[in-house]
């Protein structure tokens, strides 16, 4: 069974610093692209970024570029994200999505999420 | 950057009803047009990838179509587990997302 597990969330200040991670098991890891996802309170999804299966591609939203970097450890299975300069606006409940493979940025396998709260 | 638009935003149906929720992108596409539904206090769910593949376990009621800028999801015969919120994706854009009730 696939398990996706982020951890790391808190309340943090403005302009602090967070890292996530996501502890993957179930399938083999080193086979899929994954990203992030989060869901701001009363919004909607947003896609935040995300990063090949090697670790030799990533991407971000317009929103976070520059402040946060996604990177993986295969050998651990796990997959993480460095938030920096972190503003109200990043409040959000964290995801970590599996992409399926073959297909465009489908994510079949969702973690339960991790909150971050950006506030003084 | 491609956009993403959804419609209706909210709507009310009865069970057995057929719900149909469209989806537009701003610039063609293809196939590359997934669908999610997103139940409160739940965890994202993949239903339609590349438009109109059904995702393993999601029930037949659920189904996709469209290519290019136009999309169409669609739920036959509404059940009350259905409600939540609707949303499409193309790679890093989410539509805005339709929500469902039972009337």
């Known amino acids: 069974e696939v398990q996706l597990v982020e951890s790391g969330g808190g309340l943090v200040q403005p302009g602090g610093s967070l890292r996530l991670s996501c502890a993957a098991s179930?399938?083999?890891?080193?086979?899929?692209?994954m990203s992030w996802v989060r869901q701001a309170p009363g919004k909607g999804l947003e896609w935040v970024a995300n990063?090949?299966?090697?670790?030799?591609?990533?991407y971000y939203g317009d929103a976070v570029k520059g402040r946060f970097t996604i990177s993986r450890d295969n050998a651990q299975n796990s997959l993480h994200l460095q938030m920096n300069s972190l503003r109200a606006e990043d409040t959000a409940v964290y995801y970590c999505?599996?992409?399926?493979?073959?297909?465009?940025?489908?994510?079949?396998?969702w973690g339960q999420g991790t909150l971050v709260t950006v506030s003084s | 950057d491609i956009q993403m638009t959804q419609s209706p935003s909210s709507l009310s149906a009865s069970i057995g009803d057929r719900v149909i929720i469209t989806c537009q992108a701003s610039?063609?596409?293809?196939?590359?047009l997934n669908w999610y539904q997103h139940k409160p206090g739940k965890v994202p769910n993949l239903l339609i990838y590349?438009?109109?593949n059904l995702q393993t376990g999601v029930p037949s009621r659920f189904s996709g179509s469209g290519s290019g800028t136009h999309f169409t999801f669609t739920i036959n015969s509404l059940q009350a587990e259905d409600i939540g919120t609707y949303y499409c994706?193309?790679?890093?854009?989410f539509g805005p997302g339709t929500t469902v009730e039972i009337k």
């Open positions: 179930g399938f083999t890891f080193s086979n899929f692209w």
């Open positions: 994706q193309r790679y890093g854009t």
């Open positions: 990063i090949k299966y090697d670790g030799s591609e990533e």
């Open positions: 610039q063609d596409i293809g196939k590359y």
């Open positions: 590349d438009a109109s």
């Open positions: 999505a599996r992409e399926r493979p073959a297909s465009a940025c489908a994510f079949d396998s």
